[in-house]
């Protein structure tokens, strides 16, 4: 389109100086598909700050845009050989869920990345991380924490550390004059009482009230959960 440019370089600070509403000056000249490719591939390679796995679905972004058969664009951008951008875009294919869990991890290398590939080969060691990953929270933990959690959790048999995220409600009062955060995770369940007032007493009240009462609350639960 008349006016239109497509970014080969800046496109973070583009969006920073577009959210800023700020203009920014640009060197506008011609340049084909595949000589852009090359350009942001060269780029990207030369940024130390990037992992293998960035690198790698990088790759593969640029082998599916199919500039040639044999992928000599790839190679070219990114100054790599045919074995190395073979194992590239076998990590790159593994299953997407899998490496958006794991996120750009960066101190696992070609080797590590490979080994778990092979791993997740199997569909039952799969399906078995699929399940763990659906009962764990990584929230708050980077990207080699996140692999090397992935890793124990497929090559030990107990994974130390890490525990299903625990289950959280909120309980308040009808009058509102009290709530209890509720956390449960299986082995224990944990009543935490506020008081609306900050002045109030209801919460050391009420929880007092109750913990006087558990040999009564107790025996109830158990008449009815014999």
């Given at each position: 389109?008349?006016?239109?440019y497509?970014?080969?370089?800046g496109?973070?600070?583009?969006?920073?100086?577009?959210?800023?509403?700020?203009?920014?000056?640009?060197?506008?000249k011609?340049?084909?598909?595949?000589?852009?490719?090359?350009?942001?591939?060269?780029?990207?390679?030369?940024?130390?700050?990037l992992?293998?796995?960035e690198?790698?679905?990088?790759?593969?972004?640029?082998?599916?845009?199919?500039?040639?058969?044999?992928?000599?664009?790839?190679?070219?951008?990114?100054?790599?050989?045919?074995?190395?951008?073979?194992?590239?875009?076998?990590?790159?294919?593994?299953?997407?869920?899998?490496?958006?869990a794991?996120g750009?991890a960066?101190?696992?290398?070609?080797?590590?990345?490979?080994?778990?590939?092979?791993?997740?080969?199997?569909?039952?060691?799969?399906?078995?991380?699929?399940?763990?990953?659906?009962?764990?929270?990584?929230?708050?933990?980077?990207?080699?924490?996140?692999f090397?959690?992935v890793?124990?959790a497929?090559?030990?048999?107990?994974?130390a550390?890490?525990?299903?995220?625990?289950?959280r409600?909120?309980?308040?009062?009808?009058?509102?004059?009290?709530?209890?955060?509720?956390?449960?995770?299986?082995?224990?369940?944990?009543?935490?009482?506020k008081s609306?007032?900050?002045?109030?007493k209801?919460?050391?009240?009420f929880?007092?009230?109750?913990?006087?009462?558990?040999?009564?609350?107790?025996a109830?639960?158990r008449?009815r959960?014999?």
């Amino acid at each position: 389109d008349a006016g239109r440019y497509m970014v080969v370089f800046g496109h973070r600070r583009l969006r920073v100086a577009s959210e800023l509403g700020r203009p920014v000056r640009a060197v506008v000249k011609a340049i084909s598909d595949r000589d852009h490719v090359i350009a942001q591939g060269q780029e990207n390679s030369a940024r130390s700050d990037l992992s293998f796995i960035e690198r790698a679905r990088f790759a593969k972004r640029l082998s599916e845009l199919n500039y040639d058969g044999d992928n000599l664009t790839v190679m070219t951008a990114l100054s790599i050989d045919k074995a190395t951008l073979s194992k590239m875009l076998s990590v790159a294919n593994m299953p997407q869920d899998i490496l958006s869990a794991i996120g750009g991890a960066r101190s696992p290398g070609r080797d590590r990345w490979y080994e778990l590939k092979h791993l997740l080969e199997n569909p039952r060691v799969l399906e078995e991380l699929r399940r763990i990953l659906s009962q764990t929270s990584l929230e708050g933990i980077d990207g080699d924490a996140r692999f090397a959690f992935v890793m124990d959790a497929l090559t030990r048999k107990k994974i130390a550390g890490y525990r299903p995220e625990p289950k959280r409600e909120i309980w308040s009062a009808r009058d509102r004059a009290l709530s209890a955060n509720i956390r449960s995770d299986g082995n224990s369940y944990t009543l935490a009482l506020k008081s609306k007032d900050a002045k109030a007493k209801d919460a050391a009240g009420f929880g007092a009230f109750v913990a006087e009462h558990l040999d009564d609350l107790y025996a109830k639960y158990r008449k009815r959960n014999p």
